[in-house]
């Protein structure tokens, strides 16, 4: 079996049995034989008569709505910053309530000019006391990923989040929120500039895409932030509670990278 992607590896996602059973239902796959007393196929379609109107075209998906921040002259002039800058404005953030019970900002992590970026929605306590996103049991499954499909954090992988301070108990951010720390993740995509985005979750894909639409009508194709492409996928909290879920992150993944390959 000749296959894209590292088996030990795959392996240690607990992701090999689904890529098994994958494979061997593809070889295995025949096309039934046609019944003796099915019916005769339909008769193709008749050809459109003259005069008649075309079927209406699909809209194109709108683009995602300009975020409007709560303080414009904060805005402007976190676009300004450079890296050092940002990491200190992050730092003294009290923009929303998250800085009151923070221990620190967590901004991110990776190469400044990482190609891939992955967002997420906001930091844990194991993040909010170490200070870099995904270091718990969803960070070790995003690095099982990564290291899959062939890549790292720190090399070609930027990885932020949403909100840059933890949320109370873990919760979801609010809308409030994600835009209060909406200049200091846009400033972060303007000076990585990279070539594709993945939104991990539906926190991130809803603040990159201004869509409330499930993540299961989302994935599988291409979205758009600020001119550069976004592909949508679960985050790796979710798929350690939900493991079969595992699988279409995986084939997310994929896209991701054959997304990144015609750039």
């Given at each position: 079996m000749n296959l894209p992607y590292d088996e030990d590896t795959l392996r240690e996602m607990e992701l090999w049995?689904?890529?098994e059973l994958q494979q061997r239902s593809l070889t295995q796959s025949v096309?039934?034989?046609?019944?003796e007393d099915a019916p005769p196929p339909a008769p193709p379609a008749s050809p459109p008569r003259a005069g008649a109107r075309p079927s209406p075209t699909r809209p194109a998906t709108p683009a995602p709505p300009t975020l409007v921040a709560a303080d414009p002259a904060r805005a402007v002039r976190?676009?300004?910053l450079d890296w050092d800058g940002l990491k200190l404005e992050a730092a003294a953030c009290q923009a929303c309530v998250l800085c009151k019970q923070r221990k620190q900002a967590v901004l991110g992590v990776g190469a400044a000019d990482a190609p891939w970026l992955f967002i997420?929605?906001?930091?844990?306590?194991?993040?909010?006391?170490?200070?870099?996103?995904?270091v718990g049991p969803a960070g070790k499954l995003l690095d099982a990923m990564l290291a899959a499909a062939g890549l790292q954090r720190g090399r070609e992988v930027y990885i932020a989040n949403v909100v840059k301070c933890r949320p109370p108990g873990n919760r979801n951010p609010s809308a409030d929120e994600?835009?209060?720390?909406?200049?200091?993740l846009d400033r972060q995509i303007d000076l990585i500039q990279p070539k594709l985005i993945v939104a991990l979750g539906k926190i991130a894909l809803t603040r990159l895409t201004g869509s409330?639409?499930?993540?299961?009508s989302m994935r599988g194709k291409l979205h758009e932030y600020r001119g550069i492409p976004v592909i949508a996928t679960y985050h790796p909290a979710y798929l350690l509670r939900n493991l079969p879920e595992k699988l279409k992150a995986w084939e997310d993944l994929m896209l991701a990278k054959k997304t990144?390959?015609?750039r």
């Open positions: 049995p689904f890529i096309s039934p034989a046609p019944r976190i676009a300004q997420g929605e906001g930091p844990g306590a194991e993040e909010d006391d170490q200070g870099e996103p995904f994600a835009l209060a720390c909406a200049p200091l409330d639409a499930s993540m299961a990144m390959a015609g």
